[in-house]
């Protein structure tokens, strides 16, 4: 019996054995695979951004080991608009594209002394080690063209783009693997806020002024949380009868008792996706009862960014609260729209405008003058008011071609029944030479500072 006892253990020890080694195999395995998808990217077969991060990371200790004037130069490489790409076409075509712009990179960089990495949806990473800066600055240029001059051909339709390019430097920059990518990405900022397709060197200049961006994204969050966002009026008048006829609703945040100008946030509130909720808090306290009868039987000018087609068609919805105000306190509402908003989405502004028009509802073409190219938008748009961009006019007194621009858009504006609004009056003479140029309504220090609602109430006395 013991015999058998043990014969059995020794089968079943045997099977037990047999069947954790091919767990642990398997185990092998799945974590070899989980390695290869957490480091390898499964499109382009690049690095992924941890995959980058840990090469890099190696590089950082060779460097430190060898020698320590060794150099590693970090390129974060981003594609132009390659949105509107998977947009039109689709993602098929976009992740065939973005494949070929790997490949274009791959054959343009030293493999033996650099690593590459795909680190976002169409941004890409280079690290080359120990090289001089002239080199880093002609593999940059060379980047850049090449990527320029490729194109994906689908038939009839040529696929192209550009990128723009971020540098930073070990050790100058940065001392691991992180933060040398992230002084390259704000480079590669900087590169996309001057126009794209160029590359930048980072710099501590570059570094303060993203801390900046950093502080306001923070006073951003905080405010839109606590919804400290207030709207300011900044009074209009009319110029010859020297009446006041209404206000810019403009934005301010509050940070414990100090009010804080848009200026100083604007920007970034536009480009980081924080102007939507931002104006729609200030609705909110605009359609405030006791708010609403303080604005009776005037203009009140409200802006509106148009970033995208989801924000164009949100705006839409505002239409009706916008027709309440009018009807139930005979406020004017005028509904700024900038110039750079139509270049980008004319069709769907253009339809709006008729919408604002058929509910009585006041358009204006704010910035007016600003590319020299405005006046084509009065032939397709019936705008009722321009508002002048505020360049020609803080300019006028010292600029003759100022002068005759604003000339020129006070004589067409009369022609086509479209009142003007100049904005940045900062002093009698640029009052007085805006009302020989018959310009109608006028803002800007001069006249009066924006405003809160309490002082505005005192102001109306």
Do not use: W
């Not at 990473?125 to 940059?140: H, L, P, Q, R």
């Not at 924080?274 to 104006?279: A, G, S, V």
């Not at 010292?398 to 006070?410: D, E, F, G, L, P």
Request: hydrophobic share 40%; net charge neutral; aromatic share 10%.
């Amino acid at each position: 019996m013991d015999n058998i006892n043990q014969k059995i253990l020794k089968n079943l020890l045997k099977e037990i054995t047999s069947r954790y080694d091919y767990m642990a195999k398997s185990f092998s395995s799945l974590k070899q695979e989980v390695e290869t998808i957490k480091y390898i990217d499964y499109l382009t077969g690049l690095l992924s951004k941890e995959g980058f991060l840990r090469e890099l990371g190696k590089l950082i200790e060779k460097a430190k080991s060898e020698n320590k004037d060794k150099k590693i130069f970090v390129m974060t490489l981003d594609l132009d608009n390659f949105k509107y790409i998977n947009d039109v076409y689709g993602h098929e075509i976009g992740d065939i594209f973005l494949k070929e712009i790997a490949i274009n990179i791959l054959e343009n960089i030293d493999r033996s002394n650099s690593i590459l990495g795909r680190t976002g949806g169409d941004e890409f990473c280079i690290a080359i080690y120990d090289v001089k800066n002239e080199e880093i600055i002609k593999t940059a240029e060379i980047l850049l063209q090449k990527i320029e001059n490729f194109s994906l051909n689908l038939g009839k339709n040529h696929l192209k783009t550009t990128a723009s390019i971020g540098i930073s430097i070990y050790p100058n920059d940065a001392l691991d693997a992180k933060n040398l990518i992230l002084r390259a990405e704000e480079a590669l900022y900087e590169a996309k806020q001057k126009g794209k397709g160029i590359f930048i060197v980072f710099n501590k200049e570059l570094h303060d002024r993203f801390r900046r961006i950093e502080e306001a994204k923070v006073l951003l969050n905080k405010a839109i949380i606590s919804k400290n966002v207030y709207p300011f009026i900044q009074p209009i008048f009319d110029i010859k009868s020297k009446k006041f006829i209404g206000g810019e609703i403009l934005l301010r945040i509050k940070d414990g008792n100090e009010f804080i100008p848009a200026y100083k946030f604007i920007d970034v509130a536009n480009n980081f996706g924080y102007i939507d909720q931002l104006e729609h808090i200030i609705i909110e306290k605009i359609i405030d009862e006791d708010n609403l009868k303080i604005l009776e039987d005037k203009f009140i000018f409200i802006n509106k960014t148009i970033k995208s087609e989801k924000k164009a068609g949100f705006i839409k919805k505002e239409i009706d609260i916008y027709h309440t105000m009018k009807k139930e306190y005979n406020i004017t509402p005028v509904i700024e729209i900038t110039e750079s908003s139509f270049v980008e989405y004319f069709g769907i502004l253009s339809e709006f405008i008729k919408k604002l028009e058929e509910k009585g509802i006041f358009s204006a073409l704010d910035d007016f003058g600003a590319g020299y190219a405005s006046f084509r938008y009065l032939l397709n748009l019936d705008i009722n008011i321009l508002k002048i961009d505020g360049s020609l006019i803080k300019d006028i007194l010292n600029n003759k071609r100022s002068v005759a621009i604003v000339k020129a858009i006070s004589e067409i504006s009369k022609d086509f029944g479209i009142k003007t609004v100049a904005e940045f009056v900062e002093n009698k003479e640029i009052l007085s030479v805006l009302n020989i140029l018959d310009i109608d309504y006028a803002q800007g220090f001069y006249l009066s500072k924006p405003m809160s609602i309490i002082d505005f109430k005192n102001f109306l006395k």
